[in-house]
């Protein structure tokens, strides 16, 4: 059965740095495009990153350009978005999530099909 579970998720301050990290069990993480998406409270899920599955093109959203960096551990079926000079308007809950069918671009997004449960992270002084 697949399953992804985040980790990492945190208060921080401003400025500060946190890693999170996305366990995969139950398929091959290599196989697949995979993304991380947030959601504020009141605010609809965006997506934040995301590697494509065929050509490992990697996609950020313009507001995390610069700050973030996706990447992933095939050895260990495992997906990571560091996240550093956090702002108050990152606090979201985070979700890492793949897709088969994952294409270049922000078209990445679109490919997901199956999400984890997402971890909290407070940026706040």
């Known amino acids: 059965q697949l399953q992804l579970v985040e980790s990492g998720g945190n208060l921080v301050q401003p400025g500060g740095s946190l890693k999170l990290s996305c366990a995969a069990s139950g398929f091959t993480l290599a196989r697949y495009g995979v993304g991380w998406f947030r959601q504020a409270p009141g605010k609809t899920r965006e997506g934040v990153s995301c590697?494509?599955?065929?050509?490992?093109?990697?996609f950020y959203t313009d507001s995390v350009k610069g700050r973030f960096t996706i990447s992933r551990d095939n050895a260990k079926n495992t997906l990571y978005l560091q996240m550093d000079n956090l702002k108050p308007e990152d606090t979201a809950t985070y979700y890492c999530?793949?897709?088969?069918?994952?294409?270049?671009?922000?078209?990445?997004?679109?490919?997901?099909?199956?999400w984890g449960v997402g971890t909290p992270v407070t940026v706040s002084s």
């Open positions: 590697i494509s599955t065929n050509n490992d093109d990697t």
């Open positions: 999530a793949v897709g088969q069918y994952a294409a270049s671009g922000r078209y990445c997004f679109y490919g997901m099909e199956h």
